[in-house]
């Protein structure tokens, strides 16, 4: 179990991250979302180690991460949303070069990632430099990398970035895979359509905050929205759809 216990990110003595709490229990898929600067990607560098909290606790399987960071990072899983690799490497020696830095044997990386580059159609272009890989290639081998030390913790940031619709259908089925397993799943994202089929519930934020925190469709049934969009724009919106898009209108006749 994954717990996020009053978590606080301040720059300057403003809060970017606000007393933000949640729990992912094996086999959950939580959705969190949130507007631009609402704090999810702060919230999930500080999860993965690249921030350090100003205040709060992260807990996993019962114990603070910061006891035992090196045990934490080798139970999770992580697909930033930008895609930093290695250009000049090809995708099996980045899968490689993750796969030995998990510590994974070697027969036991060179039949998973084989099997993931043959699965992802990605086979072909296995000693291609990923400098020539299209954003959708590119955005496999950041799922496969995640998925490669079969983690029990993964942390999606925008996964669907860069995916044909069929690709799109695989990873949402894989993830429902994965979460019947017992996996937990921390899915942040702007598809508020994906998030609503395969998310088991949703933390919503605004300007660090949160507020909802639900299955999806209890928030539905609460708000009186006929959709998790309907319940995201009421919660997070600070403009009047209809009266920019009246004024845009307006500004581009003018």
């Known amino acids: 179990m994954l717990e996020v216990l009053h978590l606080i990110k301040r720059y ?3 809060p ?10 094996p086999g959950e898929i939580l959705g969190y979302l949130g507007p631009n600067g609402a704090g999810k990607s702060t919230t999930v560098k500080m999860l993965i180690g690249l921030l350090e909290p100003t205040s709060g606790e992260i807990r996993f399987q019962g114990r603070d991460v910061r006891s035992d960071w090196i045990s934490f990072q080798r139970s999770l899983g992580y697909v930033p949303e930008e895609q930093h690799l290695y250009p000049h490497l090809t995708g099996r020696e980045y899968l490689q070069l993750v796969g030995r830095l998990r510590g994974l044997s070697r027969q036991v990386l060179e039949w998973r990632m084989d099997q993931m580059l043959r699965l992802l159609y990605l086979w072909e272009d296995r000693h291609t430099p990923l400098s020539s890989y299209s954003k959708g290639m590119r955005q496999k081998i950041l799922l496969s990398s995640a998925l490669l030390h079969n983690p029990d913790l993964l942390i999606l940031d925008e996964p669907f970035s860069g995916l044909d619709v069929n690709m799109a259908l695989m990873l949402r089925a894989l993830l429902q895979a994965m979460a019947a397993e017992g996996k937990m799943i921390l899915y942040s994202s702007h598809v508020l359509e994906v998030v609503e089929k395969i998310c088991t519930s949703v933390v919503i934020l605004r300007k660090g905050k949160v507020v909802a925190h639900d299955a999806v469709e209890r928030l539905r049934d609460v708000m009186q929205q006929e959709s998790l969009e309907g319940v995201f724009s009421q919660l997070t919106g600070e403009e009047d759809p209809a009266r920019v898009v009246s004024g845009m209108m307006a500004a581009m006749r003018g």
């Open 16 to 25: 970017v991250v606000d007393d933000v709490s949640f729990v992912i229990r």
């Open 12 to 14: 300057n003595r403003i």
